[in-house]
């Protein structure tokens, strides 16, 4: 059964289009990416998909429930992008508190999130105004998914982890699902996406622009290369296979790279290279190339 | 309902509700040691002839029940303190439900559970009458607990639970007006302004109504209208007419207020 099914959502804010005929959907054993930069529509698909926004046309079908009631919300978590929780209550009653909404799904998995999240009893003690914003942002990661929940959506899920917790984070969500939960995994970096997602929708302007597998995302990408050689620059580095553009300036030579990287890694072993340099990929390359193969600007 | 928000609500607001209590109490005591312990009806008296004739009237039968002790005590009701004691409670409350809950911004966390909308309006309405039962029987238990201190001479309970209900209602229209404005705003303070405007509109239009005959078809459009303690206390009256009306403003301000948040967009 299809645990999330999203089919032809479009909303208005005013004169803003935020959604524009959205469809796509997320299977079991499934992490699917929804990439989009900021403003791009993602808060509010993941709002319609919970209830909270009301779409002016299209249909969401969660876990075989056209009418995402409460009942079908038993099975789901939700970590909402601005996260926002009670502040005099301590974090250990907020747990508490949010696992009660689910009294046929207890909270199994809560103790191997603490240990995964780094969350310590001392921390949990104290009152949720008094934690930081990374710490906050953990127990509203616990309170998601702390029930084991069949489908789990998440809004920037690690805004305000350091990279160690992020790292955690990203394994507990294979580990979920590969025992067969789907997740839906809303963010702005590539990177993140790419390093946990098997599926992506690209999203802009509340249009989805694409729904492809990570593969084929990874091969569309045109990705910079800044190298410094010990010497003039070889010549014919425009002609290696992959390599779609070179500029090159005595030394010093900046290529752009689409698909596999090893035939230009293969040419550059034969020179003495002093200095290279390989950027992470921007959300802005994906769409490049989006929009040429659409033919929009 | 839910009684896991229910929960929620209790131990949020539970030291809110109980000193508005407790102060309504204590102050309702202090009115029967006033009116005890210094002959504060000679004084009104005496204050009351040097205003004009068109306020004297309306000073001493609307407010202080001819002068009285039990109008004076019945006025203890109505004083400033006491409504305004009331008002922060019930506009607070209502206020607080969904606007403040979405300037906050936990309602989307709260509402992102398997909680229907039905349910959280239903744990507001639940938590809100039970706090203002709680204040208004703090408030008669302040009364009656005054009345044998002092001496004073108590209310027949027939009068005092027919008040008892005048009030809570009165007050249960003003949580139901501020809970529908709620359902429109997303800024607690604005909701809560325009909901302080309206209840101090109400109340001048209701005092000016009551002194000027040009202004007294408004009257019966105030909720200052129905609350009645000189009425109800001291020349004991009924309040069928008042439950009524105060009945209908609940369940057409609750009425109003699920079809609106029903299909609202949050947070």
Same mark, same amino acid.
């Given at each position: 059964?299809?645990? #999330?099914?999203? @089919?032809?959502?479009?909303? !208005? ?17 499934? &992490? ?21 926004? !009301? ?20 099975? &789901? ?27 046929? =799904? ?24 008094? #934690? @930081?914003?990374?710490? =906050? ?34 394994? #507990? ?5 590969? =025992? ?10 590539? @990177? ?106 | ?18 000193? /508005? ?15 005890? /312990?210094?002959?504060?009806? *000679? ?68 509402? /992102? ?31 009656? +607990?005054?009345?044998?201190?002092? *001496? ?8 005092? %639970? ?18 529908? %404005? ?6 607690? *303070? ?14 001048? +239009? ?52 699920? %079809? ?8």
């Amino acid at each position: 059964m299809t645990v #999330l099914e999203v @089919s032809g959502l479009a909303k !208005r804010y005013g004169r803003v289009r935020a959604l524009r005929g959205v469809s796509f959907t997320v299977e079991p054993g499934e &992490v699917f990416g929804y990439l989009g930069p900021n403003g791009a529509g993602k808060t509010t698909t993941l709002r319609v998909i919970t209830g909270l926004v !009301r779409a002016d046309a299209g249909a969401v079908r969660l876990l075989g429930d056209g009418s995402r009631g409460a009942q079908a919300r038993e099975r &789901v978590g939700y970590l909402p992008g601005e996260m926002h929780l009670y502040g005099a209550m301590t974090a250990r009653s907020l747990l508490d508190h949010f696992a009660r909404y689910r009294p046929h =799904r207890p909270p199994v998995l809560r103790e191997r999130l603490l240990a995964a999240l780094d969350l310590r009893e001392s921390e949990l003690a104290r009152k949720v105004k008094w #934690l @930081s914003h990374g710490t =906050r942002q953990k127990v509203g990661l616990v309170i998601a998914m702390q029930h084991d929940p069949d489908l789990l959506l998440l809004d920037e899920p690690t805004t305000g982890l350091d990279p160690l917790v992020q790292h955690g984070f990203r394994n #507990l969500v294979r580990e979920l699902a590969a =025992r067969g939960r789907a997740v839906l995994f809303s963010s702005h970096v590539l @990177s993140e996406v790419e390093a946990v997602c098997g599926r992506v929708g690209v999203l802009r302007s509340g249009e989805l622009l694409a729904v492809e597998s990570i593969e084929t995302l990874r091969a569309r990408l045109v990705r910079r290369l800044d190298v410094r050689f010990l010497g003039a620059a070889p010549a014919g580095l425009s002609t290696v296979p992959g390599v779609t553009r070179a500029e090159v300036a005595g030394g010093q030579a900046t290529l752009w790279l689409k698909g596999d990287v090893n035939p230009l890694l293969a040419q550059l072993a034969q020179c003495p290279v002093e200095h290279l340099v390989f950027p992470e990929p921007q959300l802005e390359d994906v769409f490049l190339d989006l929009y040429r193969q659409s033919g929009t600007s | 309902m839910n009684g896991n928000l229910l929960r929620l609500l209790v131990t949020r607001h539970a030291a809110f509700v109980a000193a /508005s209590a407790v102060l309504l109490a204590g102050f309702q005591f202090l009115i029967c040691a006033a009116v005890a /312990s210094v002959d504060v009806a *000679g004084a009104l008296s005496t204050l009351v002839q040097s205003v004009p004739p068109l306020f004297q009237s309306f000073v001493s039968s609307q407010l202080f029940g001819g002068f009285s002790k039990s109008g004076l005590l019945a006025f203890g009701w109505a004083h400033p303190i006491a409504q305004a004691l009331g008002a922060a409670l019930a506009i607070t409350l209502g206020t607080q439900a969904v606007a403040g809950e979405a300037e906050a911004g936990t309602i989307e966390f709260t509402l /992102s559970q398997p909680l229907s909308r039905r349910a959280y309006l239903g744990a507001h309405v639940t938590f809100a009458l039970a706090s203002l039962t709680a204040l208004t029987l703090a408030g008669i238990a302040g009364t009656v +607990i005054g009345q044998r201190t002092y *001496g004073l001479e108590p209310f027949a309970a027939g009068r005092l %639970l027919r008040f008892g209900v005048d009030y809570l209602l009165f007050q249960a229209a003003w949580f139901s007006l501020a809970f529908f %404005l709620s359902t429109w705003g997303r800024e607690a *303070g604005r909701v809560a302004l325009l909901a302080f405007l309206l209840a101090i509109v109400s109340y001048l +239009i209701h005092v000016i109504g009551s002194m000027w005959e040009a202004w007294r078809p408004l009257v019966p459009w105030t909720l200052h209208a129905y609350f009645k303690p000189q009425e109800i206390l001291v020349q004991g009256a009924g309040i069928a007419r008042p439950a009524v009306v105060l009945l209908g403003v609940v369940a057409v301000s609750l009425a109003g207020a699920w %079809l609106r948040f029903r299909g609202r967009d949050l947070p």
